[in-house]
């Protein structure tokens, strides 16, 4: 079993609130538990224009496993409303 992880920063577009930002950051996560795997919102809590998203997935095979992290990283690269800063991935295999 293998088990991968994205850690996604991401800047928000024209936000000024928390309210405002909640209202772009949870379709995004939706979006991304569509395609099987935990999507939360893992950090920059408190600041308006800015968020760390966090992706989990567990898979049987690591070629799996790095085409769903793959497709949720270029999904989020593609929102309009969101920059992405950067993206750390980290993958447990059955030697970890």
């Known amino acids: 079993m293998f088990l991968g992880a ?3 920063d991401v800047l928000l577009g024209d936000v000024r ?3 405002e930002k909640r209202s772009v950051v949870r379709p995004v ?5 569509r395609f099987g795997v935990c999507a939360v919102e893992a950090g920059e809590l408190d600041r308006y224009r800015r968020s760390l998203l966090g992706v989990a997935v567990a898979s049987s095979g690591m070629s ?3 085409e769903v992290l793959d497709r949720c ?6 929102r309009p409303e969101l920059q992405l800063l950067a993206v750390r991935r980290r ?3 059955p030697e970890d």
């Open 73 to 78: 990283e270029r999904h989020v690269a593609a």
């Open 6 to 8: 994205l850690e996604i």
């Open 29 to 33: 996560l939706a979006e991304l538990q």
């Open 91 to 93: 993958i447990f295999g």
């Open 64 to 66: 799996h496993l790095n």
């Open 17 to 19: 609130s928390l309210k």
